[in-house]
């Protein structure tokens, strides 16, 4: 059995972390939500840094943590990243990562040249972190918790204390590390642009408890409950670039169902990708529109329709081939076109958000 089991229930003044997850043993696990929802409690948990005296863990078959075993975290197959890197002052960035490799068992799941390599601070080995910036002290902490060939690797917010610059800097390593990992990663964050990227799978938490889990593309879609990844209700689209203009600086992307033009952002030919499409830049029409500003124009069928938070709002979920998005319009303009599950119908996406 490959999934990690966690059950668990803390019981602060103010505040109950109660959860019931199976989650999969493989890929990127997002724990989102906001400040306070019971992200870094849970994956405190996890690591056994928190002593939850109700709570059982298993990983992939192992118990970590039930009525009778209690695996301390040393004991723990983990790499733990926190927000800031917290790196020995007095040793150079090879010295953090020979640190690091003490804890290491006998299976190498990730090596030291392959941890330096994913991360890409080669050039900085001999460096003491005073002597770094924001991005490569987390770099290199990542590097540091990878060092310890670890089942899987536990992320705390690890770009929160980072300026916009250094976080664009770092998430290409952190695309790396989900594309070329083996290992499951847990990454806790409030970040809807680094979980759009980086998640196949996505744990929604409030107030201690979890709302929604499940693929990240699947959650995404759900109209019981509708998970807004910042400003807006969206879906996330798995990707590949098929085309560039490069006289009007765009690229068209295909994914299953179609395909979607793009700012061109330099990506070359056949490059995975994903795209972001928020429900309010979906519009629905009865049969081809005329001329338009909007060049994305597809064909799909209603799936469902949900109440929006506004009385005088929906939400129709329209399937395209094999994928699904979301569209926010009025009851009028859905009483005009006579939406109704099953009906056949144009959409027109105004904007596309090229997750690079």
């Known amino acids: 059995m490959d999934n990690i089991e966690a059950r668990f229930q803390v019981e602060w003044p103010g505040f109950t972390l109660d959860v019931d997850l199976s989650l999969p043993g493989r890929g990127v696990t997002a724990l989102f939500g906001h400040s306070g929802s019971g992200k870094t409690t849970l994956l405190r948990c996890i690591a056994g840094l928190e002593h939850a005296r109700q709570g059982s863990l298993t990983f992939k078959g192992e118990v970590w943590q039930d009525g009778q075993t209690w695996l301390p975290t040393y004991q723990r197959p983990l790499g733990y990243v926190f927000q800031e890197a917290s790196l020995f002052p007095h040793l150079s960035v090879l010295g953090n990562l020979h640190y690091g490799m003490k804890r290491a068992g006998p299976q190498h799941r990730v090596s030291l040249e392959q941890a330096v390599e994913l991360l890409g601070i080669g050039h900085l080995l001999d460096r003491k972190p005073e002597r770094l910036s924001g991005?490569?002290?987390?770099?290199?902490?990542?590097?540091?918790?990878?060092?310890?060939?670890?089942?899987?690797?536990?992320?705390?917010?690890?770009?929160?204390?980072?300026?916009?610059?250094r976080k664009q800097e770092i998430l290409p390593y952190l695309e790396r590390l989900h594309d070329e990992l083996e290992i499951p990663v847990l990454y806790v964050s409030h970040s809807p642009d680094e979980v759009a990227r980086l998640a196949d799978h996505l744990v929604v938490m409030d107030a201690g408890r979890v709302v929604a889990h499940g693929a990240l593309s699947e959650t995404l879609v759900r109209l019981d409950l509708p998970i807004?990844?910042?400003?807006?209700?969206?879906?996330?689209?798995?990707?590949?670039?098929?085309?560039?203009?490069?006289?009007?600086?765009?690229?068209?992307?295909?994914?299953?169902?179609?395909?979607?033009?793009?700012?061109?952002?330099?990506?070359?030919?056949?490059?995975?990708?994903?795209?972001?499409?928020?429900a309010r830049d979906v519009s629905l029409a009865d049969g081809e529109p005329g001329h338009s500003s909007i060049q994305n124009l597809l064909a799909g069928q209603i799936d469902a329709i949900a109440a929006d938070e506004h009385p005088g709002l929906l939400l129709a979920r329209v399937r395209i081939g094999a994928s699904c998005i979301l569209a926010r319009l009025t009851r009028r303009s859905a009483a005009a076109l006579d939406i109704a599950v099953g009906r056949e119908i144009r959409v027109q996406i105004k904007s596309v958000a090229l997750m690079e």
């Open 135 to 165: 991005g490569e002290r987390q770099r290199v902490g990542i590097a540091r918790a990878l060092a310890v060939s670890p089942e899987i690797l536990l992320m705390d917010e690890p770009l929160a204390a980072l300026d916009l610059q």
């Open 228 to 278: 807004r990844l910042g400003e807006d209700a969206g879906v996330v689209l798995d990707a590949v670039v098929a085309e560039i203009d490069a006289h009007w600086h765009l690229a068209r992307v295909e994914f299953a169902g179609g395909s979607l033009w793009t700012r061109d952002h330099g990506l070359p030919l056949g490059k995975p990708t994903r795209v972001r499409v928020l």
